[in-house]
C-alpha cells in the first residue's frame, strides 16, 4: 500500500479548509485516512497552519510521499527538513543534539520572518484605516463648508428679495401720487 500525505477538503464553498492527512495513494481525495496529520487555513493572511511535526515525519520515515502542495506545507513547517536531518543521525554524519540545534535555530528564524509579515500586514492595515479616517473628515468638513455656504445663500437670496419688497411698497404710493398729479 502507497500512501500519501496529503490534503483533504473541508469548508463551505468559497472558503476552503483543509486538513493535512496520511492515506492510502487509492483513496479518495475527501474519503478514508490512516491518521490527520494537521490542519491548512488559507483564507487567513497569512496562512494558518497547524501540523503536528513528529507525526509528520514518522510518516515521512515510512515512506509516505507528500503532494506538492502537502510537499510545500512541510516544508514550512520544518518537516522536510527534521526528515532530513534525522537521516544525517542515522548515517552518523551529526549528533542527535546537533540536529535539533540546527532544527531550533531554523524554527525561530522562520518565526522571526512570520512575525515580521504579520507586524507589516497590521501596519498596513493601520494605515490604510487611518488614511480612510482622514480622508472621510475631509469629505465632512467639505460638505458641513458646503451647507453652511447654501444656508448663507439662501439667506442672502431671501434679504434682498425682502428689500426689493419693500422698496416697491415704498415706490408704490409714490407712484399712486404721481399719477394722481398727471390727472390733475
Known amino acids: 500500500m502507497s500512501v500519501k500525505i496529503r490534503l483533504q477538503r473541508h469548508g463551505k464553498k468559497g472558503k ?8 492510502d495513494a487509492r483513496s479518495k481525495r ?16 497569512p496562512a494558518t497552519i ?14 509516505a510521499q507528500p503532494t506538492d502542495t502537502a510537499k510545500a506545507i512541510l516544508s514550512y513547517k520544518g518537516a ?15 549528533t542527535q543534539e546537533q ?11 522562520k518565526t522571526g520572518k512570520v512575525d515580521a509579515k504579520k507586524d507589516g500586514l497590521t501596519k498596513a492595515q493601520a494605515d490604510a484605516k487611518a488614511k480612510a479616517f ?3 473628515q475631509d469629505v465632512n468638513a467639505k460638505r458641513i ?12 437670496a431671501a434679504t ?10 415704498e415706490e408704490a404710493p409714490a407712484a399712486e401720487e404721481n399719477n394722481e398729479e398727471k390727472e390733475a
Open 16 to 23: 476552503p479548509f483543509y486538513w493535512v492527512v496520511a492515506a
Open 30 to 45: 475527501d474519503g478514508k485516512y490512516l491518521e490527520k496529520i494537521g490542519t491548512y487555513n488559507p483564507n487567513t493572511n
Open 50 to 63: 497547524d501540523l503536528d511535526l513528529d507525526s509528520a515525519v514518522k510518516w515521512l520515515h515510512n515512506g
Open 80 to 94: 522536510l527538513l527534521k526528515h532530513h536531518l534525522d537521516g544525517g543521525v542515522r548515517k552518523g554524519a551529526l
Open 99 to 109: 540536529a535539533e540545534a540546527k532544527l531550533a535555530t531554523w524554527l525561530e528564524s
Open 134 to 136: 482622514k480622508a472621510e
Open 145 to 156: 463648508a458646503a451647507a453652511a455656504q447654501a444656508d448663507a445663500d439662501a439667506i442672502a
Open 160 to 169: 434682498p428679495a425682502e428689500e426689493v419688497a419693500e422698496v416697491e411698497a
